[in-house]
């Protein structure tokens, strides 16, 4: 069971000013702390946040989820999430219908009942997960971008699953159809602008263009330099670490760093050329290995189910660091979490320096201000995502309840 909630099993959730957040129906801590971390004083424009005080943040809510009675392992004061969940959720799902029209008049699908049964509940847990992809690492976003996010994280999903299972066919993966259409990947940016055989494909990264064009083909570029990577690296081959930098490497890459970069930018409308993106590498790379490391965290019990299940290896940093340091998966975790709060401390550090230095352009702070907030909401969406709860016993909300505006609904 989840050792967070109450004896009487019930939330105490308390929103104050009642915030239209996305709802949450999964909560769970695979590595639960002792003490509270948020009274260190890092990262206080997040608090500040929370009373609206922040510009740039006129698109999202921030709260504190221990407000609402959740656990919070952080050192961040409160998370930011964007707005527009509603949008972000239907445009997933506009996209994803669209995705499957295309592919059915290539090829129809099965239509047994098992079959889009499983097809349903897969569905559900896509657009879930890439609507609060979208509203979560990237909370700046209006509604626009937020929708454009969302199907840009459905795409990374869907090309995702299909790398890790043989279960539901090659055709919905626009990636790798795109990756079929070029003969190697470019050096510009801008030949990534297409045109692209699939119209759906076509569509997004014309839009993406319109909104923003430099963070927009960054984007494009980013998802297709990954989904390229993935195909030359399978994610369930099996590999050998000989060390933990050895493996941090090896995820950085796994990561979408180029995309994920254009996406933060994306959100917060605005580019930031390579040029100026230089002098923040290093608080990029501390974003990126927090970023992984909280995703391996919290997914590793589903792909370790997944992994027994299919009799294939499992590469995640729970258990790499269990090798590593001949331990048990549960002294994993609470090692990986206590990496995960001297990254926090690290970027704390990092941030303050670049704000003082005064070296760094509006354009330059507030990229790297981005980071932070997608870091708080990267955390909020790993404990409430049903794609990875709905295998942890005890982690849906009692009697199938959700919140929602400080109520239940």
Known sequence: ?????????????????????????YIFDPAPLDTGYTSKGYFTFLEDA???KIRGL???????????????????????QSKHWRSAEEAAKEFLGAIRSVS????????????RKRLLKRDSLLIDAAASTAVNFFPAANAVRARLLAQAALLVFLHDDDADSEGYGLESN?????????????????NFQGPWKNPVFQDWVDQCVQEN????????????????????????????????KNYIDYRLNDFLPVGISGMLQF????????????????????????CSLTNDLYSYEKERMEAKEEDLPIVNGVEVLGD?????????????????????????????AHTRSGELNDRQLRYARAMIEGLAGSLFFSSTLARYASVIPGSHLPNERSYQNGTTI
């Open 1 to 25: 069971m989840v050792s967070w909630l109450p004896e009487n099993d019930q939330l105490p959730f308390n929103m104050g000013s009642h915030l239209d957040i996305k709802p949450v129906e």
């Open 50 to 52: 929370k009373s609206g």
């Open 58 to 80: 006129e698109e999202s809510h921030c709260f504190d989820p221990r407000d609402m009675g959740l656990p919070w392992p952080t050192t961040f004061p409160a998370t930011v």
């Open 104 to 115: 059915a008049s290539k090829e129809p699908q099965s239509t047994t009942s098992d079959y």
């Open 174 to 190: 626009i990636l790798k159809e795109a990756l079929e259409e070029l003969q190697s990947l470019p050096d510009d940016p801008k």
């Open 213 to 244: 064009f430099g963070a927009g083909l960054q984007i494009v570029q980013g998802t297709l330099l990954w989904a390229n990577h993935t195909l030359d690296n399978p994610p369930k081959k099996r590999v050998q670490f000989v060390s933990w």
């Open 267 to 290: 959100s917060c409308g605005i580019y930031v050329p390579e040029s100026e993106r230089a002098p923040l590498e290093a608080m990029y790379r501390l974003y990126m290995m927090h």
């Open 324 to 352: 590593i340091l001949y331990i048990s998966s549960d002294t994993a975790k609470r090692d990986l979490r206590q990496l995960i709060l001297e990254l926090e401390r690290q970027l704390h550090h990092v941030y303050i």
